[in-house]
C-alpha cells in the first residue's frame, strides 16, 4: 500500500539522485580538494603490505568503507535495497537501511528491509531510527534484519527543511537509555549538516559505540525537502547552517574525540575516502554517489565502481607509505588557507 510516508521514500530516492547530478550545488564549507597529500620520508612499502582492513565494535571490517543508510519502506525501495545489498555481498561491504521507523509504523513493510539480510547473509547490516525512538522500537529495528548494529540519526536540519517534519526535539536522555540498553551498538549520525565540536563532545559524553559526523557538499536534506514542498508551505533557508565533511573531521580531531568517527558526506571516490581516513576517521561511508551509480549503470555498474575503489585505496596508501587505515593519520598534509582559517574558528 502507498502511504504518504512510502512516498516520501521514493521521493528521496529520485530527488537525491536528481541532485546529486546538479554541477551547479551549493557548497558547504572546505571541500576534499581542500586537503592536500603531502610526499612524506620514504618507507619500505609495496602495494602487497598494505592492509586497508578496519577494527570497529570488535569486528574487522574487509574495507574502510560501506553502503550507507538510504532506503526500504515501500515496493520500489524494495528493489532497491534488494541491489545494493547483493552488490555489498558480492564486493564484502557493510551496509546500513534506512529509516524503518515507517516499517515500526506499519509491519507490511518490514519485508522492503528484510530483503537486505536475505541478500547479504553474512554480512555486517546497520539498522537505523532516528533519535526519538523509545527501546522496544530499537529492539524491533535490530530484530527486522538481525542488524549488527544500530544508527541513530539526529537529524534536526532535514525535519526542520521538510513541511511535515518534527518540530520538537527532546533526545539527549532517550539516546543515553538507548545506548545503555541496544543489544547493538549504537551509532549517533548526522544526516549532512555535519557536527561541530561542541555538539561532538556533547554526543561523546553519551557513550555511543561511534559517531557519524554527517558532513555537507553530499546529499543535501534542506535541498531534497524544499524541493518536495510543492506547495512551498515551509520556505526555509538552510545555506547558512552546517559543517562540510573534511570540517567536521577537523572538529573532532579539535575536540579530541576518541569514540570511532565515521565520515559520511558527499564521498565519491577511493581518493576522497583515504582524505577522510588520514583526517581521522576510523571508517567511511557513501550513499548518494553509490545511489546514483545504481541508477545510472545498474548493479553491475555498481559493483565494477566499487572494486574500483577496492584497487585504488592499497594504491593510494601505499604511496602515502601507510601500511594500515590508522597509518594513514600521520601523513603529513597541507590545508588550503580557507580551511586553516575555519579550523582555527574552531
Ligand atoms: C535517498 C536517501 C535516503 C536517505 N535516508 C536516510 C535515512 O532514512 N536515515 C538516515 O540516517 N540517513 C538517510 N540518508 C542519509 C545518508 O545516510 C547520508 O547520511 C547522507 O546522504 C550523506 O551522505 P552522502 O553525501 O554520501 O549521500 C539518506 C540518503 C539518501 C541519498
Given at each position: 500500500?502507498?502511504?504518504?510516508?512510502?512516498?516520501?521514500?521514493?521521493?528521496?530516492?529520485?530527488?537525491?539522485?536528481?541532485?546529486?547530478?546538479?554541477?551547479?550545488?551549493?557548497?558547504?564549507?572546505?571541500?576534499?580538494?581542500?586537503?592536500?597529500?603531502?610526499?612524506?620520508?620514504?618507507?619500505?612499502?609495496?602495494?602487497?603490505?598494505?592492509?586497508?582492513?578496519?577494527?570497529?565494535?570488535?569486528?574487522?571490517?574487509?574495507?574502510?568503507?560501506?553502503?550507507?543508510?538510504?532506503?526500504?519502506?515501500?515496493?520500489?525501495?524494495?528493489?532497491?535495497?534488494?541491489?545494493?545489498?547483493?552488490?555489498?555481498?558480492?564486493?564484502?561491504?557493510?551496509?546500513?537501511?534506512?529509516?524503518?521507523?515507517?516499517?515500526?509504523?506499519?509491519?507490511?513493510?518490514?519485508?522492503?528491509?528484510?530483503?537486505?539480510?536475505?541478500?547479504?547473509?553474512?554480512?555486517?547490516?546497520?539498522?537505523?531510527?532516528?533519535?526519538?525512538?523509545?527501546?522496544?522500537?530499537?529492539?524491533?529495528?535490530?530484530?527486522?534484519?538481525?542488524?549488527?548494529?544500530?544508527?541513530?540519526?539526529?537529524?534536526?536540519?532535514?525535519?526542520?527543511?521538510?513541511?511535515?517534519?518534527?518540530?520538537?526535539?527532546?533526545?539527549?536522555?532517550?539516546?543515553?537509555?538507548?545506548?545503555?540498553?541496544?543489544?547493538?551498538?549504537?551509532?549517533?549520525?548526522?544526516?549532512?549538516?555535519?557536527?561541530?565540536?561542541?555538539?561532538?563532545?556533547?554526543?561523546?559524553?553519551?557513550?555511543?559505540?561511534?559517531?557519524?559526523?554527517?558532513?555537507g557538499n553530499g546529499t543535501s536534506?534542506?535541498?531534497?525537502?524544499?524541493?518536495?514542498?510543492?506547495?512551498?508551505?515551509?520556505?526555509?533557508?538552510?545555506?547558512?547552517?552546517?559543517?562540510?565533511?573534511?570540517?567536521?573531521?577537523?572538529?573532532?580531531?579539535?575536540?579530541?574525540?576518541?569514540?570511532?568517527?565515521?565520515?559520511?558526506?558527499?564521498?565519491?571516490?577511493?581518493?576522497?575516502?583515504?582524505?577522510?581516513?588520514?583526517?581521522g576517521a576510523t571508517t567511511t561511508?557513501?550513499?548518494?554517489?553509490?545511489?546514483?551509480?545504481?541508477?545510472?549503470?545498474?548493479?553491475?555498474?555498481?559493483?565494477?565502481?566499487?572494486?574500483?575503489?577496492?584497487?585504488?585505496?592499497?594504491?593510494?596508501?601505499?604511496?602515502?607509505?601507510?601500511?594500515?587505515?590508522?597509518?594513514?593519520?600521520?601523513?603529513?598534509?597541507?590545508?588550503?588557507?580557507?580551511?586553516?582559517?575555519?579550523?582555527?574558528?574552531?
Open positions: 500500500m502507498q502511504t504518504p510516508h512510502s512516498n516520501r521514500k521514493n521521493e528521496h530516492l529520485s530527488l537525491a539522485t536528481k541532485f546529486w547530478r546538479d554541477d551547479n550545488k551549493e557548497k558547504v564549507g572546505a571541500g576534499f580538494d581542500e586537503v592536500r597529500w603531502l610526499p612524506g620520508a620514504l618507507k619500505d612499502i609495496a602495494v602487497k603490505d598494505v592492509q586497508p582492513q578496519v577494527q570497529l565494535f570488535n569486528q574487522e571490517f574487509a574495507w574502510p568503507f560501506y553502503i550507507e543508510a538510504m532506503t526500504g519502506g515501500s515496493e520500489s525501495t524494495k528493489r532497491v535495497n534488494a541491489e545494493l545489498a547483493r552488490v555489498a555481498a558480492t564486493t564484502g561491504l557493510a551496509m546500513a537501511v534506512g529509516s524503518q521507523s515507517v516499517a515500526i509504523k506499519d509491519p507490511t513493510q518490514a519485508d522492503s528491509f528484510r530483503i537486505v539480510r536475505k541478500h547479504h547473509p553474512e554480512g555486517f547490516l546497520i539498522a537505523n531510527l532516528g533519535a526519538d525512538h523509545p527501546i522496544e522500537n530499537v529492539r524491533a529495528a535490530i530484530d527486522m534484519i538481525d542488524a549488527n548494529a544500530i544508527e541513530l540519526h539526529v537529524n534536526i536540519g532535514q525535519e526542520i527543511a521538510m513541511a511535515e517534519g518534527d518540530r520538537s526535539f527532546y533526545w539527549l536522555d532517550n539516546l543515553k537509555q538507548i545506548i545503555a540498553q541496544s543489544p547493538v551498538p549504537v551509532i549517533i549520525k548526522e544526516v549532512g549538516f555535519g557536527m561541530s565540536v561542541e555538539l561532538l563532545k556533547q554526543l561523546d559524553a553519551l557513550h555511543p559505540a561511534a559517531i557519524n559526523i554527517g558532513g536534506f534542506a535541498q531534497i525537502e524544499q524541493a518536495r514542498d510543492k506547495k512551498n508551505e515551509n520556505p526555509i533557508d538552510l545555506s547558512a547552517f552546517g559543517l562540510s565533511t573534511v570540517e567536521s573531521l577537523l572538529a573532532a580531531k579539535k575536540a579530541g574525540i576518541q569514540t570511532p568517527i565515521i565520515a559520511t558526506g558527499g564521498l565519491s571516490s577511493a581518493k576522497e575516502v583515504t582524505t577522510a581516513l588520514l583526517l561511508s557513501s550513499a548518494g554517489h553509490f545511489l546514483e551509480v545504481l541508477m545510472q549503470k545498474g548493479p553491475d555498474g555498481l559493483q565494477e565502481e566499487i572494486e574500483l575503489w577496492q584497487q585504488q585505496l592499497p594504491l593510494y596508501m601505499t604511496l602515502l607509505g601507510a601500511k594500515t587505515t590508522s597509518e594513514l593519520k600521520k601523513v603529513p598534509r597541507l590545508y588550503s588557507a580557507d580551511l586553516q582559517n575555519s579550523i582555527q574558528q574552531f
